[in-house]
Structure formats: C-alpha cells, structure tokens
C-alpha cells in the first residue's frame, strides 16, 4: 500500500463548477499538507499548504485537512479553464531529512 | 528572473550513452533535489542534497550519479542510459530538508532514450 493515494482522474467538469480533488494516506505522523499545481510541459508549483488539521482559504481555493480520517481535500469554487492541471498532494513529518511523501497527481480538465 | 533553471529542456539520445543534466537555483536555498517524474506524472525522489551534502539518496541505479559543486549547483549526470531511463527530470529547491518547506521546481527536462 502506498504512503499516501490519489485517484489519477482525469476529473472533467464544466466550467463554473465546484471540484474536489482528495488524497488519503496511511502515516499518523504527517503534519504538513500540501497541494502543487502542474501544468502541461511545466514544474509543480505549491498552490496551498496547511499545518495540521483544519481549513485553509486562498481565493476560489479551499484546502481542508482530516487527520482523523486521515484524508486531506482540495476545492475550486467558480473553477476556470485555466484551472486545468494536474493537481499533486504532499505531505511530510517535517523531520529533518525526511523528504516529501508525494501523492500520483489527479488531472483536471475544466470545459469551456 | 529564473529562480531554477535546468539545462537542457529536451535531451534525445541513443541507449548507452553518458549524458548530463544541469542545474542552478539562483534562490540562495540550502537543498536541492532531483525527481523522476514517469507518463503517468508520478513524482519520484531520486535524490537531495544540503549545502552540498547527500542527504537522500532513493533506489536508484549506481548509473545515476549526482554531483553538488555548491549549494546553488546540482547537476545529474547518467551513464550507460537505458530505455527505462526516459522520464521528466525536475530539479527543485527549498530552504530546509525536512519536507516542511516548499519545494520550487525547474521547468524539466525531458529525456527520450532511443
């Protein structure tokens, strides 16, 4: 079983819809949730980032993390087709010298 | 301004060739990274180093080696490349090593082994 799972979609919606991207993992110890935006031919970039458990808001974007259940989530409200991506979960102890634990990456595609 | 950079973006070559992959973060970071990005876009860690020490060194095959001249500098250099070897390679970057830190990531380099 791997550390942390990610359906790899491709999620399709239209545009204007809510999305919700989700990843869940198996180690208790993770504090710090990440989600990387990549798109087509580029780097990753970090989209959002959250400590421990609870929400966090950034614009149409909506990072909620669950460490009951384990499960960490990612909403676009009002999503554009620019939003179109692959969306990467990460997560990490913070340890020194533990690495990023990284999730397959979904991908979105929001139609016109 | 290009806080990482990567050279060369694309790379063609025929299997068992030695080739190389530069990299140069210009965002005074301690730690740099090499990742392994396969089609299906999973991101694999290959490599880490901090002020120019190995800190993380996944299963890779000893044809990899990577080679720190200082903290803004980690190059990639493959021997003897291999079918299996084509993939996106990204360099990345960050402040700290414990994975707490946000990671910039270079444009890639996509390698195609013939």
């Known amino acids: 079983q791997k550390e942390v799972e990610q359906d790899p979609g491709p999620l399709s919606v239209p545009e204007g819809a809510i999305v919700s991207l989700n990843c869940t993992y198996s180690n208790s110890a993770f504090q710090y949730f990440m989600w990387y935006r990549q798109y087509s031919r580029k780097g990753p970039e970090l989209l959002m980032y959250t400590y421990s458990s609870g929400n966090k808001e950034d614009g149409r974007f909506t990072a909620q993390v669950d460490k009951s259940s384990k499960y960490i989530s990612l909403f676009i409200r009002d999503s554009q087709p620019s939003d179109s991506a692959t969306y990467l979960c990460a997560m990490s102890r913070g340890d020194s010298n533990y690495q990023l634990i990284w999730g397959a990456g979904t991908k979105l595609i929001i139609k016109p | 301004d290009t806080a990482v950079s990567q050279t060369p973006k694309y790379l063609v070559t025929q299997m068992g060739n030695d080739k190389s992959i530069k990299c140069e973060q210009n965002?005074?970071?301690?730690?740099m990274y090499w990742y392994k990005q396969d089609s299906k876009k999973f991101l694999k860690i290959m490599f880490s180093?901090?002020?120019?020490?190995l800190i993380i060194n996944e299963t890779v095959p000893n044809r990899f080696s990577p080679k720190s001249p200082d903290k803004a500098h980690l190059n990639l250099h493959i021997n003897s490349l291999e079918l299996g070897d084509s993939a996106v390679y990204f360099c990345a970057s960050s402040w700290g090593q414990g994975g707490a830190d946000t990671q910039y990531f270079g444009p890639g380099t996509r390698l195609t082994v013939l």
């Open positions: 965002l005074g970071h301690d730690t």
């Open positions: 180093y901090n002020n120019k020490e």
